[in-house]
């Protein structure tokens, strides 16, 4: 799962990305040309695989991973460089960081729903000038109607100045357009980087109400105050965290607010060599779940042997599962569930 971490220059977004991954990157302007990329990997918490693996005493513990990657560069204050909207889309999802502070080097005051705005007006017209180069292609060789439909309904929908989040495509139209990798389709989350002394403060009711109008959630988060305390020694965060009123660190917060939008679920696989957690979408069928693992467990499906992890835990066994009914065989129907322990069969 790769998150790319955008936003105007000036609103913290790098400073952002070091307070989530817990890394120094540079901050400031002109400390890295526009389009280039800072990566940071962090594990998604989950005491369930830490659980299992006190059970199971394997060789490697493995939680769920997401790749940030803080794209740097902007044409202006209000505008993005168009190296910054190629590398967009080479993402899975976009965290939009909005500037909820002061900064009188920029000479332009703090209005996180004017960058909101700017932002989306950004995509969409980078998303049309994609569709409009599409539709008149298949206008003149007629080659699918079906897809030529789909993208003049599209182009009514950006040229309302909407995001394509927003206007329902059902699955079969999202496959159908995926090549495309239209940013306005991608899942947004915003985090609202605040002063110190505002962190634990509610998000502004007007903004927070935008958000949800346009299919997203908020974060806010005091991202040079996260970066000092990632910083720390693991023992002394929590004292920090008790004193800014927060019960807990961006980064979980985030990583939290991150699963949901993306409707991404745990399944665990366990064993003497590892114990591992694996980020699948909602709704995945077992073999496609077992594509996370390795293409060929999905091309080999025979079938899913699954357990929940709590009673996994509480009879401390897969074979005192299977002999107290808990263990039950699945098909390739079967909808991998958040918590499923599953042991894969297949043969290729």
Request: glycine residues 8%; charged residues 25%.
């Amino acid at each position: 799962m790769k998150i790319g971490l955008v936003g105007f220059p000036g609103c913290g977004k790098t400073t952002v990305f070091n307070a989530l991954t817990g890394l120094a990157a540079q901050t400031g302007p002109g400390a890295a040309k526009p389009g280039t990329k800072n990566l940071g990997v962090v594990q998604v918490p989950d005491d369930r695989v830490d659980r299992l693996a006190t059970l199971y005493q394997p060789k490697k513990t493995t939680h769920a991973e997401i790749l940030f990657c803080d794209i740097a560069g902007g044409a202006g204050v209000r505008e993005l460089d168009r190296g910054v909207l190629n590398s967009m889309r080479e993402m899975d999802a976009l965290a939009q960081v909005l500037r909820a502070f002061d900064n009188d080097a920029l000479g332009i005051a703090q209005d996180p729903q004017r960058e909101l705005s700017d932002l989306q007006a950004e995509t969409v017209l980078a998303d049309l000038e994609i569709i409009e180069r599409r539709i008149a292609r298949l206008r003149k060789d007629g080659s699918s109607p079906q897809e030529l439909k789909l993208l003049e309904r599209i182009e009514t929908h950006l040229e309302a100045e909407q995001p394509l989040r927003t206007l329902g495509l059902d699955n079969n139209e999202q496959k159908l357009v995926s090549g495309y990798q239209f940013l306005t389709l991608k899942p947004l989350l915003l985090v609202l980087n605040v002063e110190e002394d505002s962190v634990a403060e509610p998000v502004p009711g007007a903004l927070d109400e935008r958000a949800h109008s346009i299919g997203t959630g908020i974060v806010p988060l005091s991202a040079s105050v996260e970066m000092d305390i990632a910083h720390m020694p693991a023992d002394e965060r929590h004292e920090f965290y008790e004193a800014l009123g927060l019960g807990e660190s961006a980064r979980a917060r985030f990583v939290r607010a991150a699963l949901q939008l993306l409707d991404l679920i745990t399944m665990l696989t366990v064993g003497p060599d590892e114990c591992r957690a694996w980020a699948v979408r909602a709704g995945s069928a077992a073999p496609k779940a077992a594509g996370k693992i390795h293409s060929d467990i999905e091309r080999g499906f025979i079938r899913a042997e699954v357990v929940r992890w709590d009673e996994l835990l509480d009879l401390g066994s897969e074979a005192k599962c299977r002999e107290a009914g808990k263990l039950h065989v699945e098909g390739r129907d079967y909808l991998v569930q958040d918590g499923d322990v599953v042991n894969f069969r297949f043969n290729v």
